[in-house]
């Protein structure tokens, strides 16, 4: 039941990502070539802006399709996580449906049907407050997925076995949020940049639309460098907030089994993808090459700072600032003392204990709280990430990320400097890297959740103890079905697109 749920549940965010980041870019596309249409009033601008938001609005629809799914399947097959934490994790995407659903939903119809309803600067707003309104909405759901990886502003009640919000600022605005989110919008501006630059890259090896293909790779050139040098600051950020949060996660991208000072970061190294490798049995993974240093600097900000391997975080180990982190076996310790203690306050609470008495229980399971999760854990092996996934999907999203930086680099040195309608290459080049762009930003969400694995919310609750009661065979039949419907989604979405491309801009 678990490894289906899991299934189903990655099924459906692996075919919605799909959608979502193109909506995000191309909402930043449109909005610029709207505003030159604004500002010039010149009605290339405009065709070309409506160009961009027909693509947008056939993507759009195909991605409000799979996220409505996604966030039933909370109910249907999570839904233990969801009574424990529905309080706080239910407030953001409540926020989400209701300011920025509505939001978006509202100006992209005045956007696609307004042209001669509304005036020119009231429309341009409209399509602005469109991307804005899908940026928002990211905003709010990865405010939810963020606090799974960081639980904060929240605290365990006893009484009615459910976490409850205690700050709500504390929920939105965590530093693992915050990064999340740029981070993640920055990765969207760079996969619409990549498919503006390869779309138009294919309309010039056609000789088609040749004016409308060099000016809108140009747009989108610019964009995408602009988004790929922020998203190197980004992920230097992010790379910190996953060192100090969820160490077991960069250990598991790095494959780094035993850790200490000086650490370098691994360009490659032998880990087979096909199996767990050997931690307990390995300091390190075989045919490692890497950058000296840098994996310290880029955990701790300090070039020799220690940075914890796989078996340190299993072992314990004592941090750069005297405190010790606990071995796994205490933690499963005092997260049974909890679960014991939990157990030892609804008996007393249904026996009328008094107040006092009830008071004192609710500290003891308090003070284990935290180690909560670590109780239903019964074996090393659980509590380690797959890190054949998160080291090779590491490695993807990072190369990916350099490979698009060369390429916006490229384009804008040929446009500029040279005559690109010569360089097939690197039109080529560029269409190819479409399909590229979806797999890296595919792989960056791989690292974030199998990295974080097992753990529904991070040191809370295990996978095994969020899921719904129901017979694997029920979710298997529905994980198919949805297999069946979101390929044919997909499948309807390329067509529509493609024939819309086809057809070109109406200038």
């Not at 504390?170 to 630059?197: I, N, R, Y």
């Not at 907030?241 to 000072?261: F, I, R, S």
Request: charged residues 15%; proline residues 4%; aromatic residues 14%.
């Amino acid at each position: 039941m678990v490894d289906w749920a899991r299934a189903q549940f990655a099924l459906t965010a692996i075919y919605h990502w799909l959608f979502v980041p193109l909506t995000l870019g191309l909402a930043v596309v449109m909005g610029i070539m709207e505003t030159l249409y604004y500002r010039s009033g010149n009605e290339f601008w405009k065709e070309t802006a409506k160009y961009w938001q027909r693509l947008f609005g056939i993507n759009f629809a195909m991605g409000v399709a799979t996220g409505i799914i996604l966030e039933f399947e909370f109910g249907t097959n999570w839904s233990n996580y969801s009574y424990i934490v529905g309080d706080i994790f239910g407030a953001p995407l409540a926020i989400e449906g209701i300011v920025a659903f509505f939001m978006e939903s509202t100006f992209v119809a005045v956007m696609f049907f307004g042209w001669k309803k509304v005036s020119k600067g009231f429309h341009l707003a409209s399509t602005w407050l469109t991307g804005l309104g899908a940026t928002i909405s990211a905003w709010w759901i990865l405010v939810a997925n963020s606090w799974m990886q960081h639980p904060v502003g929240q605290a365990f009640n006893p009484a009615t076995m459910r976490n409850e919000m205690t700050s709500f600022l504390d929920v939105a605005l965590s530093p693992v949020a915050v990064d999340k989110f740029v981070h993640t919008v920055l990765s969207a501006w760079v996969l619409g940049a990549v498919f503006v630059v390869g779309v138009s890259s294919w309309y010039l090896l056609r000789q088609r639309h040749v004016e409308f293909a060099r000016r809108s790779l140009n747009v989108g050139a610019i964009f995408g460098l602009i988004a790929s040098m922020l998203i190197m600051l980004s992920g230097d950020h992010s790379a910190y907030t996953v060192a100090q949060t969820q160490p077991m996660k960069l250990a598991a991208m790095e494959g780094l089994y035993k850790g200490g000072p000086d650490q370098s970061l691994t360009i490659i190294s032998g880990i087979s993808p096909f199996s767990q490798p050997d931690y307990e049995g390995q300091d390190e993974p075989p045919f490692k090459i890497g950058v000296p240093y840098a994996l310290s600097f880029l955990a701790t900000h300090d070039f020799h700072g220690y940075v914890p391997g796989v078996r340190d975080l299993l072992d314990g180990y004592t941090k750069e600032d005297g405190t010790r982190e606990l071995s796994l076996e205490e933690k499963i310790e005092r997260g049974q003392r909890a679960i014991a203690a939990l157990q030892t306050y609804r008996r007393a609470k249904k026996d009328g204990a008094p107040d006092d008495v009830l008071a004192c229980l609710a500290d003891r399971v308090q003070a284990d709280m935290p180690y909560f999760g670590y109780g239903y854990v019964k074996d090393r092996s659980q509590v380690v990430p797959y890190i054949p996934v998160c080291f090779y999907a590491f490695r993807v999203m990072v190369g990916g990320g350099c490979l698009f930086l060369l390429l916006f680099v490229l384009v804008l040195f040929f446009l500029y400097k040279k005559d690109i309608m010569q360089a097939r290459w690197l039109l080529w080049g560029a269409l190819c890297c479409i399909p590229i762009a979806y797999i890296v930003s595919e792989a960056g969400w791989l690292v974030a959740e199998f990295g974080r694995q097992p753990w529904t919310i991070q040191d809370m609750l295990p996978t095994w103890v969020g899921v719904s009661q129901l017979g694997s065979q029920t979710v298997m039949i529905t994980f198919l079905l949805f297999l069946v419907l979101f390929t044919t989604l997909l499948a309807v979405e390329i067509n529509i697109m493609c024939k819309a491309i086809k057809k070109g801009p109406q200038l």
